[in-house]
DNA sequence: ATGAGTCAAGGTGAA
DNA sequence: TTCACCTTGACTCAT
């Protein structure tokens, strides 16, 4: 079991998402901003290690207009060194890093360009893991898609779509079940369609479900991931917050919430990916429980 | 130097 | 039909 935080790490000076804006664009900016964000993700990647966090999730700016037509920098063979260390200290330490593209990557939408764009950033992500030389174990984690008025036609197009995708997207793309369109149900049956594993989120499965247990959510999720080919079930775990709008995240881990959640995983392995507004402050207090019920080793690795 | 407004991109649902 | 919300910082420009 790992245990990880998104994209940003809030205790040091460095972070991986420096870019600008589309309007100044030049080759030397990229050149910039993609150095810095490379040498920041293995700074952040050594930090976590010596606090036992091996799971990271790595924002979508690393490359700035990574997908986008105006980039025509070759940052490929540019940093291939600096992606190249990064997946060999990834491996070194046994780690395991995930993309989630955001909401503009939509699968299923009606409209072809949106397609094809959605296609070229999972591209671009999904390069960086090539370049890094890491494994379909490490993953890129988008949502179904858009509703359209019509469930069965919006997931037989995504069907459809990820049935044309590149090999190196392909063997890499997991679809999360979300908290208002998609359900864990919904995930099944493309699963069922094309393979696709599913990366379980709780906090969803809370949102919007079809009376399943959260245990049996659990197992029917994690039966979807191929033991070698897509490494042991990667999750999400969040809570709501209290007196806010639902669905939206809790700013701080709620450790009880935390601790009963364990006992529904039972002997399950998975690692989890902590969704939670403080970041590493609450992947601290998770591992923390995790190690009080013998779920992870009892001590930090030897001191740096 | 600082604070406010803005930033490539889609879709949903409340107002 | 418009706008806030996904999530959030970081950039950019006006002051």
Known sequence: MKIGYPCVNESLDCTTTSTFRLASYSDERVELAVSNNLRCLLRILQWNVERHFLFFR?????????????????????????????????????????????????????????????????????????????????????????????????????????????????ARLVIENDDRLFSLQDCLRVHRAVGIPILFDNFHQECLNHGEPMAEALRLAAATWHPTHDGVMMMDYSSQAHGERKGKHTASIEEDLFRAFVQELGDLDVDIMLEIKDKEASAG???GILRDVGRLAASLPAAQ
């Not at 260390?85 to 299923?108: T, Y």
Request: glycine fraction near 8%.
């Open 58 to 170: 790595v924002g979508s700016g690393v490359v700035p207009f990574g997908s986008h037509p105006i980039n025509t920098y070759p940052w490929q063979t540019r940093f291939a060194a600096q992606f190249r260390e990064v997946g060999d200290f990834v491996k070194a330490h046994d780690m395991r890093i995930s993309f989630h593209p955001d909401q503009f990557v939509v699968l299923n939408s009606h409209n072809e360009d949106i397609v094809e764009r959605s296609i070229q950033e999972l591209v671009y992500q999904g390069s960086m893991l090539d370049l890094m030389g890491l494994d379909s174990t490490h993953k890129l984690q988008i949502h179904v898609g858009g509703l359209y008025g019509d469930r069965e036609v919006a997931i037989a197009r995504f069907i459809a779509t990820y049935e044309r995708l590149p090999e190196a997207v392909r």
């Open 285 to 287: 207090r998770a591992c």
